[in-house]
C-alpha cells in the first residue's frame, strides 16, 4: 500500500532554512507529484505546492514562491521541500501528500514533520 | 485567492445526531473541484469527500456532500464516536485553498 514517511522534527533559528524529506514506497513514484501542506499549531491547512515526479513541474502558492523550494529524487522515490528565511510564524506540521496533478485532493499523507522556529 | 469560510466553527451534537457543516467560497468554485477532510488529534487529514459529493475509498455511507458554486454542505447522517473530530474543506479549481475548520464535538 502507498507510504508516505517523513524526515524527523526540525528545529531552526529565524533567517535560516529547513529541508524536509517525504519517502515514497507502494507505487510508481514518478506517476504522481507530491504536495506540500503545512498546518501552524491550533490551525488550519495551507497549500505550499506541488511538483512532478515525473518531468519536474511545480507549482506554488504565490505567498511562498521565492521562498520554497520543491525537488525529487526518482532514484530514492523522495520528495524535498525547502523553504528558507525562516520566520517565527512558519512554526508549523508540514505534511506531504501523493497527488497526481497540481489542484487534486489528497487521499494519502504523510505523518507530518514538526517545524519549529526559535531564537 | 478563493476564500472558504466554515460555519460553525464548533458544532455541538451528541452520538446518532444528524451534522450538517457548511462552507462557503468568496467566488463560484466548479463543483468538480471540491473536497472535504476530516482530522483528529495528532492525525493527518483524511480524505472524505471530493468532487463535492463523491465519496473517498472506506468512507462510510453516513457521510454525504453536495452543493455547487458558492455553497457547499457536509452531511453525517448519524454521528458514531469516530465521527468527533475536525472538518476541514477544500476547493482546488482556482489554486488550492482550505476553510477555516468547523470542530464537532460531543455535546
Known amino acids: 500500500q502507498v507510504h508516505l514517511v517523513q524526515s524527523a522534527t526540525e528545529v531552526k533559528k529565524p533567517g535560516a532554512s529547513v529541508k524536509v524529506s517525504c519517502k515514497a514506497s507502494?507505487?510508481?513514484?514518478?506517476?504522481?507529484?507530491i504536495t506540500w501542506v503545512r498546518q501552524a499549531p491550533g490551525q488550519g491547512l495551507e497549500w505550499l505546492g506541488w511538483?512532478?515526479?515525473?518531468?519536474?513541474?511545480?507549482r506554488s502558492a504565490q505567498k511562498f514562491q521565492g521562498r520554497v523550494t520543491m525537488t525529487t529524487d526518482t532514484y530514492t522515490s523522495t520528495a524535498y521541500m525547502e523553504l528558507r528565511g525562516l520566520r517565527s510564524d512558519d512554526t508549523a506540521m508540514y505534511y506531504c501528500?501523493?497527488?497526481?496533478?497540481?489542484?487534486?485532493?489528497?487521499?494519502?499523507w504523510g505523518l507530518g514533520t514538526q517545524v519549529t522556529v526559535s531564537s | 485567492e478563493i476564500v472558504l469560510t466554515q460555519s460553525p466553527g464548533t458544532l455541538s451534537l451528541s452520538p446518532g445526531e444528524r451534522g450538517t457543516l457548511s462552507c462557503r467560497a468568496s467566488?463560484?468554485?466548479?463543483?468538480?473541484?471540491f473536497a472535504w477532510y476530516q482530522q483528529k488529534p495528532g492525525q493527518a487529514p483524511r480524505l472524505l469527500i471530493y468532487?463535492?459529493?463523491s465519496r473517498a475509498t472506506g468512507v462510510p455511507d453516513r457521510f454525504s456532500g453536495s452543493g455547487s458554486g458558492t455553497d457547499f454542505t457536509l452531511t453525517i447522517s448519524r454521528l458514531e464516536p469516530e465521527d468527533f473530530a475536525v472538518y476541514y474543506c477544500?476547493?482546488?479549481?482556482?489554486?488550492?485553498?482550505f476553510g477555516g475548520g468547523t470542530k464537532v464535538e460531543v455535546k
Open positions: 507502494g507505487y510508481n513514484f514518478s506517476s504522481h507529484g
Open positions: 477544500q476547493q482546488y479549481g482556482t489554486s488550492l485553498t
Open positions: 511538483i512532478s515526479a515525473s518531468n519536474a513541474n511545480r
Open positions: 501528500a501523493r497527488s497526481k496533478y497540481p489542484l487534486r485532493p489528497f487521499e494519502y
Open positions: 467566488q463560484s468554485v466548479g463543483s468538480s473541484y
Open positions: 468532487s463535492a459529493s
